[in-house]
């Protein structure tokens, strides 16, 4: 069964269209993202499948893409 679930990061330098694009595109290449959305505050949603990525992939990856997480949840 898919388990689907969401996790939230504050980024430090992330605001724009640019970002949510570049955020998009380097976590789509994780197997199970399913949608990624950045609010103009610099907070980004990730919704995905739990059987296919872990929270702490995610969260590599943000950072391999160099944005500096705020806080984490």
């Not at 969401?6 to 789509?28: C, I, M, R, V």
């Not at 907070?43 to 705020?70: F, H, M, N, P």
Request: aromatic residues 6%.
């Amino acid at each position: 069964p898919m388990a689907h679930l969401s996790t939230y990061f504050s980024l430090e330098n992330a605001a724009g269209k640019h970002d949510e694009k570049l955020l998009k595109q380097g976590l789509d290449t994780l197997p199970g993202i399913t949608s990624v959305s950045l609010s103009d505050r610099g907070c980004i949603a990730v919704d995905y499948d739990s059987t296919g990525v872990r929270q702490e992939q995610i969260r590599q990856k943000v950072q391999e893409l160099g944005y500096q997480l705020k806080c984490e949840d």
